[in-house]
């Protein structure tokens, strides 16, 4: 048997695996629990204890969470992002010397992101299409279209509306020192919106999908009858004088 045979079936295989949704790219519902529970350990050990033990207890369990799912081979990446993000929200809580300093850094990451989003919408490059490209490797052929754009607005926009909701509300939080009802609406504002918002994307993704299909299936049929008309103009036989 030759040696190529193993890496031909491994490349069958990769072929033959179906590709993730962009729920699973974003780590499906386990990520989303994963980055939710250090924020609700922080909230309910600052409210019982105070800031510091709230501080270690939500590092401990993010990095938790991190063995456990190292441990079941899942992405590594959201595991260590996980700790990244709790291990800086820690530090500003520190250095803010205040527990509610532990929520600047997702406020600060709200804005920046929904900044990026709008600017995003102003270029005529909507991000939610950009990204979805990107992770696809679909290109961006929907750019020609201003339906496929106006849909991937949309979707964008929304997010937009997201992340400008997250910063004025716990933003407002933040000055009222309402750290307890802060924490609750980092939570009560990250599982809903964003599922919203996947839904909003979800149904943007689809109709330029079909859209971009049937373009597809639109230039590969003009193809084959450019072909079949150049075919059959040289292979018709010439008619002899009578």
């Known amino acids: 048997m030759s040696d190529d045979t193993p890496k031909q079936a491994e490349q069958a295989e990769?072929?033959?695996?179906?590709?993730?949704?962009?729920?699973?790219?974003?780590?499906?519902?386990?990520g989303f629990i994963s980055a939710s529970i250090p924020v609700a350990v922080f909230v309910i050990v600052n409210w019982a204890a105070s800031m510091g033990p709230a501080i270690w207890a939500a590092i401990g369990v993010a990095v938790l969470i991190a063995i456990w799912r190292i441990v079941r081979k899942e992405a590594l990446?959201?595991?260590?992002?996980?700790?990244?993000?709790?291990?800086?929200?820690?530090?500003?809580?520190?250095?803010?010397?205040?527990?509610?300093?532990?929520?600047?850094?997702?406020?600060?990451?709200s804005g920046a992101l929904g900044t990026a989003f709008l600017i995003s919408i102003?270029?005529?490059?909507?991000?939610?299409?950009?990204?979805?490209?990107?992770?696809?490797?679909?290109?961006?052929?929907?750019?020609?279209?201003?339906?496929?754009?106006?849909?991937?607005?949309?979707?964008?926009?929304?997010?937009?509306?997201?992340f400008a909701s997250r910063v004025i509300v716990q933003q407002w939080l933040y000055n009222a020192d309402e750290t307890t009802l802060l924490g609750i609406a980092r939570l009560a504002m990250g599982y809903p919106l964003t599922a919203v918002a996947l839904l909003v994307t979800v149904w943007a993704v689809r109709r330029v999908d079909r859209r971009d299909k049937a373009r597809e299936l639109a230039e590969q049929q003009e193809a084959e009858t450019a072909e079949k008309e150049l075919r059959a103009k040289y292979d018709t036989p010439a008619q002899e004088p009578s």
């Open 14 to 30: 990769s072929t033959e695996k179906p590709m993730p949704t962009l729920w699973e790219q974003m780590g499906g519902m386990v």
């Open 77 to 109: 990446m959201p595991a260590v992002s996980g700790i990244f993000g709790v291990a800086i929200a820690a530090f500003i809580a520190y250095r803010v010397g205040e527990a509610k300093g532990f929520f600047l850094y997702g406020i600060w990451v």
């Open 122 to 162: 102003i270029a005529r490059w909507p991000l939610v299409g950009a990204i979805w490209s990107t992770l696809n490797g679909h290109g961006f052929g929907w750019r020609k279209d201003k339906r496929s754009v106006r849909d991937y607005d949309l979707a964008t926009a929304f997010w937009v509306l997201v």
